[in-house]
Structures are given as structure tokens and as C-alpha cells.
């Protein structure tokens, strides 16, 4: 079942969203690569700090949304941005740098795309990927405990569901195809405000395509108890509302 990608809900929360990618990057010990590839750029904004890091490499960010593209190249950032499924993407030549930030967990068996990608880099390059590793948390569970309900149960089966797998999974896949692999997990407590946070949140990602699976006549229910149970799992304090987020880091260098 298809979906589309909401740049501007996304971006609802670009900083939280954000740190992960910057303390993904900084664990890369390329120098001066002459290729950076960042598979699933999103709306860019990321993207663009790889141009900061690199001024002289040749960047490319790829996306399978048009409409994240489009936000993308209207960021003027010194980066080749086109759209691109990474199921199916070869480059033309070895990249030295291949970044995928909060993507493949919407890859299922993604594990097995990680020949292919390895295969993409250059000898001595670097692959670098994070996930979210949050599926067990109410922010998930509950959408999945409601849509398994009627009457949205004959609607949301075939939407996609994101998935991940922990750290050491990820680094005996990468050490078993010869690559120096770093790999650690954190939990970030992100203190977000406004009117239902975390349903904007997992709105922009995580939900949309079950959101999107239902008809028009079913979804304003289902958002207002979604809501709800949201609102009851992740209670406002004085200062916010508090949600716990786990993420999968991994950079492996790839053997020269």
C-alpha cells in the first residue's frame, strides 16, 4: 500500500529530528571524500550539513518521495538532490561516503541489502546508517493495538509498518563482509511541546501510512483516540511532554 511524505509535518520537529544525523556523521573518519551519497535525504536539511563537512565532494541525496525532493532542492544546498528507491540504486562508480539516516527500518529485510550497499563503497570508504529502535514504546504499540481494531482493521493491514534490529545484530552483518564496524545505541528524552506533541510527531512518520491507509469517513476517530491513548501514555509535565526514544547507530568502515 502506497504512501506520501508530508515535508512540512516532518519537519515539525527538524532539531530532535536532527541529532541524530549530526552525531552519526561525526563518527565518520573520511577526510576529504570525493563522493557522498545520503540515501533517503528526506527535505534535505540534513543533507546540506554534509556539503559543510566536505565543501570539496561531489554530494547526492536521494529520496523515494517526490514531494521530500522537491522540498530538498528548494534548500539551495550544493547537492544533486533526485529521486531514487534504495532498493534499487547502483551508482555509476564506488562512493567513498554512503550515509542513510532513519530510512531502512521502512526496508523490510533490509538486512539483506547490506552487501549491496557495501558493495556501493569504495575500498577504505564508509557506510553510516541510523534507525529508530523505538517499536516497543506506546508511540508505536498503540497504533498498532488501534488499527488492529474494527472498524480500521480492513484498512490498515497492507500499510507499512517500520522495523529495526539492535546494534549487535547490525555489526556481526557488516564484520561478517570484512568491515571495521562501530556500532551503539542511545536513548534520547525529547521534551516536546504544543497541542498533542507526540501525535504530530508520529504523524509525520512512524503513522503516516497507516493514517493515510484509512478512508476519509474512519480517520478523524481513529486520530481522536489515537490521540487519546497517546495523551495518556505520554502525560504532560510543567515543562513538556517527555518522549523516550531509542536509536541505532552504526559507521563501518569498508575494507581497503
Excluded at 507499512?160 to 556481526?172: E, G, R, T
Aim: proline letters at 9%; a negative charge; glycine letters at 8%.
Amino acid at each position: 500500500m502506497s504512501h506520501t511524505w508530508d515535508p512540512e509535518r516532518y519537519l515539525a520537529f527538524a532539531d530532535e529530528r536532527g541529532r541524530p544525523f549530526v552525531e552519526l556523521v561525526a563518527r565518520i573518519g573520511a577526510a576529504a571524500p570525493r563522493t557522498v551519497v545520503d540515501l533517503g535525504c528526506g527535505p534535505g536539511n540534513l543533507t546540506a550539513l554534509l556539503a559543510d563537512r566536505w565543501p570539496d565532494a561531489e554530494l547526492a541525496g536521494l529520496d523515494s518521495s517526490p514531494e521530500m525532493i522537491e522540498k530538498a532542492r528548494a534548500t539551495g544546498a550544493r547537492v544533486g538532490f533526485d529521486v531514487a528507491d534504495l532498493r534499487d540504486w547502483v551508482p555509476s562508480a564506488p562512493v567513498d561516503v554512503l550515509v542513510s539516516n532513519a530510512t531502512l527500518q521502512w526496508v523490510p529485510g533490509h538486512l539483506g541489502l547490506l552487501p549491496r550497499l557495501v558493495s556501493a563503497v569504495a575500498p577504505g570508504g564508509w557506510l553510516a546508517f541510523q534507525v529508530p529502535g523505538n517499536f516497543d514504546e506506546p508511540s508505536h504499540t498503540i497504533r498498532t493495538e488501534l488499527a488492529a481494531e474494527e472498524p480500521y482493521a480492513a484498512h490498515t493491514g497492507g500499510a507499512a509498518v517500520p522495523s529495526s534490529h539492535d546494534p549487535a545484530v547490525y555489526l556481526d552483518a557488516l564484520a561478517g563482509l570484512g568491515c571495521a564496524v562501530d556500532a551503539w545505541e542511545t536513548t534520547y528524552l525529547h521534551v516536546l511541546t504544543g497541542p498533542d506533541p507526540v501525535f504530530t510527531w508520529v504523524s509525520g512518520t512512524g503513522a503516516r501510512p497507516t493514517l493515510q491507509a484509512l478512508p476519509e469517513d474512519l480517520r478523524p476517530a481513529f486520530e481522536t483516540e489515537f490521540r487519546r491513548r497517546l495523551a495518556a501514555a505520554y502525560p504532560q509535565q510543567e515543562y513538556g511532554v517527555v518522549l523516550p526514544f531509542r536509536r541505532i547507530f552504526v559507521v563501518a568502515q569498508v575494507p581497503a
